[in-house]
T-cell receptor, first 114, second 113 residues
Framework: DAGVTQSPTHLIKTRGQQVTLRCSPKSGHDTVSWYQQALGQGPQFIFQ???????QRGNFPDRFSGHQFPNYSSELNVNALLLGDSALYLCASSPSRTGGATQYFGPGTRLLVL | GENVEQHPSTLSVQEGDSAVIKCTYSDSASNYFPWYKQELGKGPQLIIDIRSNVGEKKDQRIAVTLNKTAKHFSLHITETQPEDSAVYFC????????????FGTGTRLLVSP
């Protein structure tokens, strides 16, 4: 049983560029959440998708947007990159049928903005 | 909104000793408390969780206790091994609907042989 997968593993961009990160949830999971983890800190919630709609959003600007596909996979898009966007971006999946609180994380995508 | 505080930030123990990490939360409506282990270069791994209708939960060498009145919960690792060395995060959430996890700041545990 494959766990949560993310791509790419690493990414280098320059300020002002746009980036798309991808996530495939664990088998049987239909809810996907995205988190940003700055170096030395705990993950910070960005947003959560279920049934292809954004269900909840954290305190992140509109430059951060997402999408969920019919197969439950998800994308995180960040526009107009800033140096401060450099972080590990984590995707977590959960099954809505059990409440959705128990979340399983992928390995993350490390983004460096120069 | 919810705020989670975690202590200590670093913890060094000798192999075989016990380790305890403590967290406090602010939102009395939170009722789900997971613990994650994050090794270098990897994503957080769920190691144990507890819900507010339970005061303690054990899984081999790992246990979690919850004091809902005081709004704090703790992770206990007994007979520590070098492979327990990692960063540990506590988190809090409500357990219904679409909920986000609010994480503590992490504890770096170092187990020396």
């Amino acid at each position: 049983d494959a766990g949560v997968t993310q791509s790419p593993t690493h990414l280098i961009k320059t300020r002002g560029q746009q980036v798309t990160l991808r996530c495939s949830p664990k088998s049987g999971h239909d809810t996907v959440s995205w988190y940003q983890q700055a170096l030395g800190q705990g993950p910070q919630f960005i947003f959560q998708y279920y049934e292809e709609e954004e269900r909840q959003r954290g305190n992140f600007p509109d430059r951060f947007s997402g999408h969920q596909f019919p197969n439950y996979s998800s994308e995180l898009n960040v526009n107009a990159l800033l140096l401060g966007d450099s972080a590990l971006y984590l995707c977590a999946s959960s099954p809505s049928r059990t409440g959705g609180a128990t979340q399983y994380f992928g390995p993350g995508t490390r983004l460096l903005v120069l | 909104g919810e705020n989670v505080e975690q202590h200590p930030s670093t913890l060094s123990v000798q192999e075989g000793d016990s380790a305890v990490i403590k967290c406090t939360y602010s939102d009395s409506a939170s009722n789900y408390f997971p613990w994650y282990k994050q090794e270098l270069g990897k994503g957080p791994q769920l190691i144990i969780d507890i819900r507010s209708n339970v005061g303690e939960k054990k899984d081999q060498r790992i246990a979690v206790t919850l004091n809902k009145t005081a709004k704090h919960f703790s992770l206990h690792i007994t007979e520590t091994q070098p492979e327990d060395s990692a960063v540990y995060f506590c988190a809090a959430s409500k357990d219904t609907g679409f909920q986000k996890l609010v994480f503590g700041t992490g504890t770096r545990l170092l187990v020396s042989p």
